[in-house]
């Protein structure tokens, strides 16, 4: 199984910079869509980006101010959040997809890592 884990969370203030890395285990990681998702207290899971090999995806809330990329020789892809918003403070969370079709829906997703606290302060 893939096996995704997060790193890199934390408390900034509003207008800073926060950057999440995803470390993967398992196989075929280049063939994976990668993506990053939030969910916020009381919330539903939500879009934030989504890589294919070169090809990226925004939600238009994070368009302009996060990018996505991806090392295949790592087995890592990094979300960089830049112009932070107290309404971007979610636990975010990394995950793949078995082919490289983009998709922002939550449920064609395979696998998930645990999650990272992000935290903007007003």
């Known amino acids: 199984q893939v096996q995704l884990v997060e790193s890199g969370g934390g408390l900034v203030q509003a207008g800073g910079s926060l950057s999440l890395t995803c470390a993967a285990s398992?196989?075929?990681?280049?063939?994976?869509?990668m993506g990053w998702f939030r969910q916020a207290p009381g919330k539903k899971r939500e879009f934030v980006a989504s890589?294919?090999?070169?090809?990226?995806y925004f939600a238009e809330s994070v368009k302009g101010r996060f990018t996505i990329s991806r090392d295949n020789a790592k087995d890592t892809v990094v979300l960089q959040m830049n112009s932070l918003k107290p309404g971007d403070t979610a636990v975010y969370y990394c995950?793949?997809?078995?082919?490289?079709?983009?998709?922002?829906?939550?449920?064609?997703?395979?696998?998930w890592g645990q999650g990272t606290q992000v935290t903007v302060s007003s």
């Open positions: 995950t793949a997809r078995l082919e490289l079709v983009p998709t922002t829906e939550v449920d064609e997703y395979n696998y």
């Open positions: 398992g196989h075929t990681f280049s063939r994976y869509l």
């Open positions: 890589i294919a090999w070169t090809s990226t």
